[in-house]
């Protein structure tokens, strides 16, 4: 990461000069490189753009407009038919299973929004969901996508095993339970298998340098070799057990932080990235590859209760997560600030101390970054896309449009 940020500020000031914090920019040189460096470590494999960590049907648009990226990967059902019907894409699979029966009657009364969404299943009792909702004889054939477990259980007993590395997601872990999952869909009628999908959080989500913690990035490193490793035979096997049931049209596998080691599996056909799209500070903490920072949103300095310190109007924007230090949003723009220890970054005001604050008056603005990378957007309306030191254009994200699917 080689940002020079003084120049950086200096073009966000006179972009927005005349506009009033607080307020969300998106520095559209960042973002475009950080799409083209995604499509390279890819090695050749297609990119599905992860809308959670986007947000912005303007800026989605954008990134699939670019060579290498197809598709969309969506969190919610409603939000993927609204993606769809607002043309932002033909192709968008559900991450995460839906119980939403109103959703679902939705896409079972239009074939043309069936053919374009596929749902995430992992149990068949998201099947009975459906069929209990629309059953199979008053809907068109609906695209299923089967989510495989890629955590890592080095000591076995199941998900409560005593040891588990990775999220907590899919109850499908082994090939024979994707096998035994793909019979069960291939049987059922009015459902069409479609694509398998297997989300390694523990190396795609999981920074293996954090800063100033040497000995936990080693441990990391470690775990990460040894699970990307166990999964490459399990994740093979599993397709494997699945197309002698399906005919898949894709394997999605990966996540920014797992480009290059996911493009390297053969199992694998298109990998999903979004995060690195706008470079938030969870991703500093990574070796391989790091994201230009390229969304921002600023506060006004409105105190300065003491030499060393001052503060700002809100900026309590918090990342989901663990409860820790590394969810806060990090001061940016000058640099030479910090958050105060005891009070961290607050709903109306954060104060910020260091070299940085006595060069600061009231009226003047703070750039911060979000620790990840969508939810910056869950608190504006809009987004002001900069070119050099000038607003190119503002579009309205997720909220702005009315829309709050989670």
Same mark, same amino acid.
């Given at each position: 990461?080689?940002?020079?940020?003084?120049?950086?500020?200096?073009?966000?000031?006179?972009?927005?000069?005349?506009?009033?914090?607080?307020?969300?920019?998106?520095?559209?040189?960042?973002?475009?490189?950080?799409?083209?460096?995604?499509?390279?470590?890819?090695?050749?494999?297609?990119?599905?753009?992860?809308?959670?960590?986007?947000?912005?049907?303007?800026?989605? &648009?954008?990134?699939?407009?670019?060579?290498?990226?197809?598709?969309?990967?969506?969190?919610?059902?409603?939000?993927?038919? +609204?993606?769809?019907?607002?043309?932002?894409?033909?192709?968008?699979?559900?991450?995460?299973?839906?119980?939403?029966?109103?959703?679902?009657?939705?896409?079972?009364?239009?074939?043309?929004?069936?053919?374009?969404?596929?749902?995430?299943?992992?149990?068949?009792?998201?099947?009975?969901?459906?069929?209990?909702?629309?059953?199979?004889?008053?809907?068109?054939?609906?695209?299923?996508?089967?989510?495989?477990?890629? &955590?890592?259980?080095?000591?076995?007993?199941?998900?409560?095993?005593?040891?588990?590395?990775?999220?907590?997601?899919?109850?499908?872990? &082994?090939?024979?339970?994707?096998?035994?999952?793909?019979?069960?869909?291939?049987?059922?009628?009015?459902?069409?298998?479609?694509?398998?999908?297997?989300?390694?959080?523990?190396?795609?989500?999981?920074?293996?340098?954090?800063?100033?913690?040497?000995?936990?990035?080693?441990?990391?490193?470690?775990?990460?070799?040894?699970?990307?490793?166990?999964?490459?035979?399990?994740?093979?096997?599993?397709?494997?057990?699945?197309?002698?049931?399906?005919?898949?049209?894709?394997?999605?596998?990966?996540?920014?932080?797992?480009?290059?080691?996911?493009?390297?599996?053969?199992?694998?056909?298109?990998?999903?990235?979004?995060?690195?799209?706008?470079?938030?500070?969870?991703?500093?903490?990574?070796?391989?590859?790091?994201?230009?920072?390229?969304?921002?949103?600023?506060?006004?300095?409105?105190?300065?209760?003491?030499?060393?310190?001052?503060?700002?109007?809100?900026?309590?924007?918090?990342?989901?997560?663990?409860?820790?230090?590394?969810?806060?949003?990090?001061? +940016?723009?000058?640099?030479?600030?910090?958050?105060?220890?005891?009070?961290?970054?607050?709903?109306?005001?954060?104060?910020?101390?260091?070299?940085?604050?006595?060069?600061? &008056?009231?009226?003047?603005?703070? +750039?911060?970054?979000?620790?990840?990378?969508?939810?910056?957007?869950?608190?504006?309306?809009?987004?002001?896309?900069?070119?050099?030191?000038?607003?190119?254009?503002?579009?309205?994200?997720?909220?702005?449009?009315?829309?709050?699917?989670?």
């Amino acid at each position: 990461m080689t940002t020079d940020r003084y120049a950086l500020r200096t073009r966000l000031d006179r972009a927005t000069g005349h506009l009033d914090p607080p307020l969300a920019a998106v520095d559209l040189t960042g973002l475009d490189a950080n799409a083209d460096a995604l499509v390279a470590r890819s090695a050749g494999k297609t990119v599905r753009v992860a809308s959670k960590s986007v947000r912005c049907r303007a800026l989605l &648009s954008r990134v699939l407009a670019r060579p290498g990226w197809l598709g969309v990967l969506a969190y919610t059902l409603p939000e993927a038919s +609204w993606l769809v019907r607002t043309g932002v894409s033909r192709d968008v699979v559900v991450a995460y299973p839906t119980a939403d029966r109103a959703a679902l009657a939705e896409l079972a009364a239009d074939p043309e929004l069936a053919a374009a969404v596929t749902l995430m299943v992992d149990s068949p009792d998201q099947l009975d969901l459906v069929d209990a909702t629309v059953g199979p004889d008053r809907r068109p054939e609906l695209r299923l996508c089967l989510d495989l477990d890629a &955590s890592w259980r080095p000591l076995r007993g199941g998900p409560g095993g005593r040891l588990h590395v990775g999220v907590r997601r899919s109850p499908v872990h &082994s090939a024979a339970d994707a096998g035994a999952l793909a019979a069960t869909i291939a049987a059922r009628r009015g459902f069409r298998l479609v694509g398998v999908m297997s989300y390694e959080a523990q190396i795609a989500g999981m920074g293996d340098a954090p800063p100033g913690r040497a000995a936990r990035g080693t441990l990391i490193r470690a775990l990460q070799r040894r699970s990307y490793r166990e999964l490459l035979g399990r994740r093979a096997a599993a397709v494997a057990a699945v197309r002698e049931h399906a005919d898949l049209e894709f394997v999605n596998g990966g996540g920014t932080g797992s480009m290059a080691l996911t493009a390297a599996d053969p199992a694998v056909t298109e990998i999903t990235a979004g995060s690195g799209l706008y470079g938030p500070t969870l991703f500093d903490g990574y070796r391989a590859w790091r994201p230009t920072p390229s969304a921002f949103f600023a506060m006004s300095v409105v105190r300065r209760p003491t030499r060393g310190v001052v503060t700002v109007l809100g900026g309590g924007w918090i990342a989901s997560g663990p409860a820790e230090p590394g969810r806060l949003p990090s001061p +940016w723009l000058p640099a030479g600030l910090r958050l105060v220890g005891t009070e961290g970054a607050g709903e109306v005001q954060t104060p910020l101390a260091g070299p940085a604050a006595d060069g600061l &008056s009231v009226g003047d603005r703070v +750039w911060f970054r979000h620790a990840k990378a969508g939810e910056l957007v869950e608190h504006v309306n809009e987004l002001h896309l900069v070119e050099g030191d000038r607003i190119v254009d503002t579009v309205p994200t997720y909220r702005g449009e009315g829309q709050a699917f989670l």
